[in-house]
């Protein structure tokens, strides 16, 4: 008599039974289709591409968010920049008849004063540490207060200075021009000497970078001085030189130096949308109509008492104004769009979510139905093995 062995069979049921139930139970606790690539190669190689495009669409998002805020800080700075150009014209509109007295017009030179100073205030605005206004140098503020003379802290290398001192190849002097609104840069090569500096900062003086009078000498202590009439702030990082620092009683009233730079920083907010996301500050407030050198321009008139400097000096105010004006339309723009990109992005994140979900998501009413079915599917299999699997020759042996 052939006996027919049940036990493989049975056993590869149970195991399979098994399976089908752990795989329901997954569906149902993960609420996904696909847990592992091999339940679905080709969903998993979608979802692969898909959740790629999610973390770029997450990034972007990222990105609009830190800079929205940013700018709208910046767009309200400028905005009371123009209130405070809209509050001078005033100004000057009444100290420009013929019945204003000097006395009324040294008190409204004291409130242009303030006005300046208030505009110097917006254009150092910070934003977490940011200052909003200096192109890429933002970690320190880009308008200070300029002084006539600038003098080196002597260096260990040379102490005191003479025109023959050796400079440090690659150090850079640099030195703002408060009324130029330009700086000039020295990187100084092999060989060069304090020489070479003095002329080099005569040579932006004829070319007009720096302001006319503006020297550079040995003074008798023997420190490089660096001298305007109109207003610099200078700096080194040269140790044969030393840092500068400004002559005592030296700042000049209401002249201030723009000590950042003109680099328009961009950041990236989609896979071809990049934006600009500053206007540095010297193009602001120094450039065209300069906004600083016009209010500084006004207080000078109303001091003088002059309606006829007085009515000048209003009118470049208000040029000043059409200019901010016109500076700020861009950067209102670029508000606009992020704002139209945020809504874009936050569709796109929908999109897909909804992609993904097609691809490896699950139905959860389909998924408890088939996890009941494992179950009573594993139950009636179990229950098979469990009178199959003890069975042995002997019980198909009947006595003879």
């Known amino acids: 008599m052939r006996v027919a062995n049940m036990v493989p069979d049975m056993e590869y049921a149970v195991q399979q039974s098994q399976q089908a139930l752990s795989a329901a139970l997954q569906q149902v606790s993960t609420g996904l289709r696909v847990n592992k690539p091999s339940d679905d190669p080709g969903a998993s190689a979608s979802m692969v591409i898909s959740l790629a495009s999610s973390a770029n669409v997450d990034q972007y998002t990222s990105n609009v968010s830190a800079i929205q805020s940013q700018m709208q800080t910046a767009d309200s700075a400028i905005n009371a920049v123009v209130t405070s150009l809209n509050t001078a014209i005033t100004l000057a509109g009444a100290g ?53 003379t ?101 700042e000049v009233p209401n002249t201030y130096a723009y000590v950042g730079n003109s680099t328009v920083n961009s950041v990236q ?34 001091q003088s008492g002059n309606s006829s400097v007085v009515a000048a000096g209003g009118a470049a105010v208000s040029a000043a104004l059409n200019y901010v004006s016109q500076q700020r339309v861009p950067l209102d723009n670029t508000i606009s769009q992020l704002s139209d990109q945020d809504s874009f992005l936050n569709q796109e994140t929908l999109t897909l979510t909804t992609h993904q979900t097609a691809l490896v998501g699950v139905n959860l009413a389909t998924a408890a139905t088939s996890l009941s079915q494992a179950e009573l599917d594993n139950a009636a299999v179990l229950a098979a093995a469990a009178k199959v699997l003890p069975q042995t020759l002997l019980n198909y042996l009947v006595p003879g």
Do not use: H
């Open 96 to 148: 420009s008849t013929s019945t204003a007295s000097l006395a009324n017009d040294q008190a409204l030179a004291a409130q242009a004063q303030g006005i300046l100073s208030n505009v110097i205030s917006q254009a150092n605005t910070s934003y977490q540490g940011v200052y909003l206004f200096a192109g890429s140098a933002s970690s320190t503020p880009p308008f200070v207060a300029a002084s006539t």
């Open 269 to 302: 907010v989609g896979d071809s949308t990049t934006v600009a996301t500053n206007v540095p500050g010297d193009q602001l407030f120094t450039l065209g109509a300069n906004v600083i050198g016009s209010l500084k321009g006004l207080i000078t008139a109303l």
């Open 150 to 250: 600038y003098n080196s802290q002597n260096g260990s290398a040379a102490a005191p200075l003479s025109t023959t001192s050796p400079l440090t190849a690659g150090s850079v002097t640099t030195i703002n021009d408060a009324s130029t609104g330009q700086a000039f840069n020295f990187t100084a090569a092999a060989g060069d000497t304090i020489t070479d500096l003095e002329n080099a900062i005569s040579a932006a003086t004829a070319a007009g970078t720096l302001s006319t009078g503006t020297t550079a000498t040995i003074n008798t202590k023997g420190e490089l001085a660096i001298s305007s009439k109109s207003g610099i702030v200078a700096s080194s990082n040269d140790p044969v030189l030393g840092s500068m620092r400004a002559g005592f009683g030296t």
